[in-house]
């Protein structure tokens, strides 16, 4: 696993880094991804986060977390790997705004944590191309999102 965490504001603390680094690696190999599978993290205010849907997602409101998956609906990735049988795999990008997290956790009666790791493999099963448009890809979706959690002692 390759795993960046851009945390520049100091947003979360060491001892939450490195748990982010335990659960974020836990997911992958729940999901059974190869061992070089590269993401990066970025932890933002509420403030840049909005700033980041607005322009990127035409949505003018803060949220969670937004995924930018680097082969998102693309099928290059298929013939990159049969051309370069090693290349690592790049999920993409997460940012997740540490306030929201903060408020949704309040909101839900959840601890911090088990918010954050909600919105953690939420983004990673999104850049793994999950969605949850459709009920019945939702129920797919949230059922594994659950059952992970639930593995790594994050329940509800």
Same mark, same amino acid.
Request: charged fraction near 35%; proline fraction near 2%; charge should be negative.
């Given at each position: 696993? @390759?795993?960046?965490?851009? /945390?520049? $504001? /100091? ?33 933002? *205010?509420? $403030? ?22 680097? /082969? $998102? ?12 049988? @090693? ?31 909600? *919105? ?7 850049? /793994?191309?999950? $969605? ?25």
């Amino acid at each position: 696993m @390759d795993l960046e965490i851009y /945390n520049d $504001d /100091n947003l979360i603390d060491q001892e939450r880094v490195d748990w982010v680094n335990d659960i974020v690696k836990f997911t992958f190999d729940k999901l059974e991804l190869k061992d070089d599978t590269q993401l990066s993290i970025h932890f933002v *205010t509420k $403030d840049k986060i909005h700033e980041i849907n607005k322009e990127y997602r035409d949505t003018d409101r803060a949220t969670d977390v937004i995924s930018f998956a680097i /082969n $998102d609906g693309e099928d290059s990735l298929d013939y990159l790997e049969q051309q370069i049988p @090693d290349l690592p795999l790049d999920l993409g990008d997460l940012f997740i705004s540490v306030e929201i997290v903060d408020e949704h956790a309040k909101d839900y009666e959840h601890s911090f944590d088990r918010e954050l790791g909600y *919105t953690i493999v939420h983004g990673i099963l999104h850049l /793994n191309g999950y $969605d949850h448009i459709k009920p019945e890809d939702e129920k797919v979706m949230i059922g594994l999102q659950e059952k992970i959690l639930s593995a790594y002692g994050l329940k509800k």
